[in-house]
């Protein structure tokens, strides 16, 4: 960590340098904070990345909004998937007929549900599914996300993220492409 405008955490991700501002959570711990919002060049590397670790062991890939949604879709472009399914934080109209789980992570202040559509219930039945992530900290969304699968009729086949935070590094049911610490 450095000290310029702030504090910096370096994280190499299969040889690609990054500078993650440091952030205090309102629970007191420290977090490198990652964000691939907006950042097209680090989601298509780190999308490239994943896709070599999921070729050919997944049918299609659920991830939950909002941030391991532009991820997931070029990884699942790059796979050569037509489809892949999107767990929103929302329950929208089109949802009414779908399925929905608990779900708290790290970054959130209180419960949350997530809320997968019939079509994309119907995406995963009988498939392999790659769960897939920004960032594996807790595991409470990787898990909610997991439980969908096997709610929809899937099986999981794998869990994947860009980073695993602190603990989830020593995880042995998680595929990840550099660890970074809890402060």
């Known amino acids: 960590m450095n000290g310029q405008k702030g504090e910096f955490y370096t994280v190499d991700i299969c040889g690609r340098v990054e500078e993650l501002p440091v952030l205090k959570l309102a629970s007191g711990p420290k977090i490198a904070f990652f964000n691939l ?16 670790l999921l070729a050919g062991k997944a049918d299609i890939l659920l991830t939950a909004e909002s941030k391991g949604l532009q991820l997931t879709h070029c990884a699942a472009r790059m796979l050569g998937h037509r489809f892949y399914a999107v767990a929103r934080k929302s329950l929208k109209l089109y949802m009414q007929d779908g399925i929905s789980v608990a779900v708290k992570s790290i970054t959130t202040a209180k419960e949350q549900r997530l809320y997968l559509s019939a079509r994309d219930v119907e995406l995963l039945r009988g498939k392999r599914v790659a769960v897939v992530d920004d960032v594996i900290s807790t595991g409470g969304s990787i898990e909610a996300l997991s439980e ?9 086949a794998l869990k994947a993220a860009v980073l695993a935070e602190g603990d989830a590094k020593d995880r042995d049911d998680i595929v990840f492409l550099a660890p970074i610490p809890v402060m």
């Not at 950042?39 to 990345?49: D, F, G, P």
């Not at 699968?149 to 899937?154: E, K, Q």
């Open 148 to 156: 969908l699968v096997r709610m929809a009729g899937g099986t999981v």
């Open 37 to 52: 919002h907006g950042n097209v060049e680090l989601t298509e590397y780190c999308a490239e990345k994943l896709a070599g």
